[in-house]
């Protein structure tokens, strides 16, 4: 892996790195202690916050304030039903617009938007429920990789893998039991006239899935993951495996298997390796080169011109040699180390291997012989498991719930007083809001015109 590359390019420089664990990241002592540094800050904002928000909702609304002056929403109304009616109606209005009332003889004093702080409060312990169900993901979640042969099946244990990715307590214990076999993978490609491309537009890979005694057959496509197990399979790519049969000078099978090629452009020329480390007298290493629409180019190249196979046609370069398979050390099967081997055929070496489904190829010496038996598709799959996929859906709800109430709701206060005299009773709104708030001259407006339009009488304004 990089790790690897880059330890074996900088010895000295990956001691250093590692001593200060750049690459334990998620385990490393200076990653904890920042994220257990953020928890504790979010905390130790939520509680105080959450108690006195608390104590407000709690809390009746603010007291009228001794000079209205300062206000800055004023207005004064004439009124000829009666102070007590008025009252009792400007109550009913602040009550329907889901203010908090509160009547003190003849003044009226309201409180709205305790859902700002809720919501605000709301969006902030989500987030703490966010930063937990990551910490749980690279804790106990896990990712792998495996590529897919058809006619090839796959099952949920660790050696199954061609690569995994374990959270900090993974064990396997937590790989469920179950199998996927590739029965078939059908692509559908479109031919962009403009720029003359082949574009795919669908993938469908049609796979057997067995767990315990059940059986079932289900189509694998791109975004639909296949659920099994505790687990999700995710078809991410495809490219085609030829089969490719080895013989010995005396005509015996050494090899015999499908080798998946890697894809290189969108019309699907791949690369792959062959290796046959058992079987002939010399170890034999096979780099292929696979057009699926195989054409001649002016320069006497070959290309492919079609991502589907209507003319397939594997080369090789031929190699013979030690191929560093008995030193222990994980070797990449896409990867020969041609440094250390003997081309005896293929490119250079004025022994062209081209060969069709069908054809067969004499290895110079005597070695034996090689065969292009027949073609198939692979597919390339990502497994996952993700405990807190619930506990992220449900704390994403609330972030965004929460941001909007906080963003949409202001906190706004009214009071209401009586004025005038008997013969000429008069009622005064005051309001306020906490924080910048430039539609709170309108909404106001709109609660004294509600008021006055449940009046009985003409009302005249001032």
């Given at each position: ?249 005396q005509g015996t ?129 990502e497994i996952r ?58 909404a106001l407006d ?17």
């Amino acid at each position: 892996n990089g790790v690897s590359i880059f330890r074996d390019a900088n010895p000295e420089l990956f001691k250093f790195y590692e001593s200060i664990q750049l690459f334990d990241t998620f385990t490393s002592v200076w990653f904890s202690s920042i994220y257990l540094l953020l928890f504790i800050s979010l905390i130790g904002c939520i509680v105080p916050r959450t108690l006195y928000h608390w104590r407000i909702l709690r809390a009746e609304p603010a007291a009228e304030p001794a000079s209205w002056v300062r206000l800055p929403y004023r207005r004064r109304e004439r009124v000829t039903d009666g102070t007590v009616s008025s009252l009792d109606r400007a109550e009913t209005v602040l009550r329907k617009a889901h203010y908090r009332v509160v009547r003190d003889g003849a003044s009226i004093r309201a409180e709205f938007g305790y859902l700002r702080e809720t919501g605000n409060l709301v969006f902030h312990i989500a987030l703490v429920g966010i930063l937990t169900t990551l910490a749980a993901t690279g804790g106990y979640g896990w990712s792998g990789q495996r590529v897919i042969i058809e006619g090839q099946s796959f099952t949920n244990q660790l050696a199954s893998y061609d690569s995994f990715h374990p959270g900090s307590w993974f064990a396997e214990q937590q790989l469920n039991p179950y199998g996927v076999t590739l029965e078939s993978f059908t692509p559908e490609y479109t031919k962009d006239p403009v720029k003359d491309v082949w574009m795919p537009i669908d993938f469908t890979a049609k796979v057997t899935v067995t767990e315990g005694d059940a059986t079932r057959e289900v189509f694998l496509k791109v975004n639909e993951p296949l659920v099994a197990g505790n687990s999700q399979m995710y078809l991410l790519g495809n490219g085609f495996a030829p089969v490719i049969t080895v013989r010995d000078p005396q005509g015996t099978i050494v090899f015999d298997q499908p080798v998946a090629f890697l894809s290189q452009d969108s019309n699907l020329t791949s690369v792959g390796v062959v290796k046959v480390p058992d079987g002939l007298s010399e170890q034999l290493g096979l780099q292929g080169f696979f057009y699926p629409s195989a054409v001649n180019l002016d320069s006497g190249a070959l290309a492919s011109n079609n991502p589907e196979p209507t003319n397939p046609t594997v080369t090789f370069n031929v190699y013979t040699g030690d191929l560093g398979l008995d030193s222990g050390v994980a070797a990449n099967v896409f990867q020969l180390p041609v440094e250390s081997l003997t081309q005896i055929a293929g490119r250079h070496t004025g022994i062209d291997v081209v060969l069709s489904p069908g054809d067969v190829f004499d290895l110079p010496g005597g070695l034996g012989s090689i065969e292009f038996t027949s073609l198939r598709r692979f597919i390339g799959v990502e497994i996952r498991h993700d405990p807190t996929q619930t506990g992220v859906a449900v704390s994403t709800f609330f972030i965004v719930a929460g941001l909007l109430a906080s963003l949409g709701t202001r906190r706004r206060r009214v009071w209401i007083r009586v004025r005038g005299t008997a013969r000429n009773p008069e009622l005064e709104w005051g309001g306020m809001s906490r924080g910048d708030d430039s539609r709170l001259d309108a909404a106001l407006d709109r609660l004294v015109d509600k008021t006055l339009q449940t009046l009985t009488d003409k009302v005249t304004r001032e």
